[in-house]
């Protein structure tokens, strides 16, 4: 297969995936013109129409839907060719390039980082640390690291681990304020939340099938999730945390979890999760190694 089909079948695959050829040429790093020419193309050559085009959607067409399942499998083909020579060779080379939030690079990925870096001493890494929701797409990253609950429909996401989230103090704030053991005890306590627009306002209690909905007011808004960790632990006040970040700070006596009977979930009552989020499923073999790496340390730690 030339690079000239090979693409046209890239091409064709990511217009059918995402519905649109503005979408497909953003996912393909390309202008949506040049991706129309390499349908146009694809069609004079099999002389059949594969996709109905209307201002508002993309629908395949009878002889489309019969040529997309040729066109996944010949591109997985050539995907597994890849992989093949990799793993022969370049395998173990490049760099992957991600994002993810604060609070993972306090302990957990560089753990992760370490032990992947002495097994691949060939791969670089680039991981761009912040709290903000990092478009793969857009920032032209391998994946992007998430917690929470939600990601646009245009990207694959891949669950990571489950978690909770409880809330915790200082001993010390409470040896002063006192310890709060239900919702509406909260009303007498400074509160610690994020600023980030996409992390919810109100706060909803789970005990066993009973949800109770808080409106939380706080006193202090800080935009990182490690600084509102470091501003509990430091005795500010009452925060939203995971457990795979508070706890370890429990067992060493700088936080006490509160309203101990809760655990904060979903407006629909969902534990959230830590996804991968990336914009397709062809993932380098360097990529898709270190999330492995990612996921195994999250099962051995915090299953």
Not at 272 to 295: D, G, M, N, W
Request: a neutral charge; glycine letters at 6%; charged letters at 20%.
């Amino acid at each position: 297969m030339s690079l000239g089909q090979l693409w046209e079948l890239q091409a064709f695959c990511a217009v059918v995936d995402r519905h649109s050829f503005v979408s497909a040429a953003r996912l393909l790093g390309r202008s949506p013109s040049t991706v129309t020419r390499a349908i146009q193309s694809l069609e004079a050559q099999l002389g059949h129409e594969l996709l109905q085009r209307s201002q508002k959607q993309v629908r395949l067409t009878e002889a489309g839907e019969a040529y997309y399942g040729y066109a996944r499998q010949m591109l997985s083909l050539q995907a597994e060719a890849e992989e093949s020579l990799s793993v022969q060779g370049t395998l173990a080379q490049g760099w992957i390039r991600c994002s993810a939030p604060e609070s993972l690079m306090m302990d957990f990925l560089p753990s992760v980082m370490a032990e992947f870096g002495r097994r691949n001493p060939q791969i670089s890494i680039d991981i761009q640390v912040s709290d903000a929701a990092h478009d793969p797409i857009a920032d032209k990253l391998d994946f992007a690291i998430r917690g929470g609950f939600a990601y646009p429909s245009e990207l694959i996401g891949a669950p990571l681990w489950s978690y909770r989230r409880y809330l915790y103090a200082s001993p010390t704030y409470l040896a002063i304020r006192g310890v709060p053991e239900a919702p509406e005890a909260l009303v007498e306590h400074d509160l610690l939340m994020h600023t980030s627009p996409r992390i919810l306002k109100d706060w909803y209690f789970r005990q066993g099938d009973v949800q109770v909905r808080y409106k939380a007011q706080p006193r202090y808004r800080l935009s990182s999730g490690v600084a509102l960790y470091n501003a509990a632990v430091q005795g500010l006040g009452i925060c939203r945390l995971a457990d795979w970040l508070a706890e370890p700070a429990v067992q060493a006596g700088r936080l006490v979890r509160v309203c101990s009977h809760y655990r904060l979930t979903s407006s629909t009552g969902h534990d959230p999760q830590i996804h991968a989020v990336y914009a397709s499923t062809q993932l380098p073999q360097r990529v898709r190694a270190f999330l492995e790496a990612i996921k195994s340390a999250a099962r051995e730690r915090y299953a």
